[in-house]
T-cell receptor, first 116, second 114 residues
């Protein structure tokens, strides 16, 4: 059974600091997604990571994937208040070449508060 | 613009009542999903459908029902059998399996008990 664990679950930090959110998953998968959710709002796709060693960057956010370690990281550089949100990682339950029902298994989310 | 429309935004259910949440997409996606999100929690899959006239139970299907008569529409009914329906419900759509595209989400419906 595929399980996805994020840590930390809650993070409060000052503007200008760097930090990393971790997403571990328990079985082999070759696709991982990062989403952002603002309070009371829907989810917005941030990154799609499709292979070992994949790295994607958008502004102050950078995501990477290590499929051998079953680990993805979301790194925040010089945080600003606007990045305050809850960040979710989700892992594709299916494997390429095998039957897949394209289910995503979700982490519990990391609530990030960035203080001015 | 293409997207997913959920309605209503807020819904109140009386005890013993069934209520239906609407989800419509114009992204031409084959797959559609319903998730439940409780406060401070991640997403849990209720039902999903990969093609018209077919759907599968997710992890928490008890007390819910769906239909997929059209590609664009995937309504969710919260039945009276669901004893704790208060939650934020999110509908999503996506391309077929092995697509490199992420799932897209609607704005959600917040359901409460009267």
């Amino acid at each position: 059974e595929l399980k996805v664990e994020q840590n930390p679950l809650f993070l409060s930090m000052q503007e200008g600091k760097n930090y990393t959110i971790y997403c571990n998953y328990s079985t082999t998968s070759d696709r991982l997604y990062w989403y952002r959710q603002d309070p009371g709002k829907s989810l917005e796709s941030l990154f799609v990571l499709l292979s070992n060693g994949a790295v994607k960057q958008e502004g102050r956010l950078m995501a990477s994937l290590d499929t051998k370690a079953r680990l993805s990281t979301l790194h925040i550089t010089a945080a600003v208040h606007d990045l305050s949100a809850t960040y979710f990682c989700a892992v594709d339950h299916g494997l390429r070449g095998l039957d897949s029902n394209y289910q995503l298994i979700w982490g519990a989310g990391t609530k990030l508060i960035i203080k001015p | 613009d293409g997207g997913i429309t959920q309605s209503p935004k807020y819904l109140f259910r009386k005890e013993g009542q069934n209520v239906t949440l609407s989800c419509e997409q114009n992204l031409n996606h084959d797959a559609m999903y319903w998730y439940r999100q409780d406060p401070g929690q991640g997403l849990r899959l209720i039902y999903y459908s990969q093609i018209v006239n077919d759907f599968q139970k997710g992890d928490i299907a008890e007390g819910y029902s769906v239909s997929r008569e059209k590609k664009e529409s995937f309504p969710l009914t919260v039945t009276s059998a669901q004893k704790n329906p208060t939650a934020f419900y999110l509908c999503a759509s996506g391309a077929r399996a092995y697509s490199n595209q992420p799932q897209h989400f609607g704005d959600g419906t917040r359901l409460s008990i009267l």
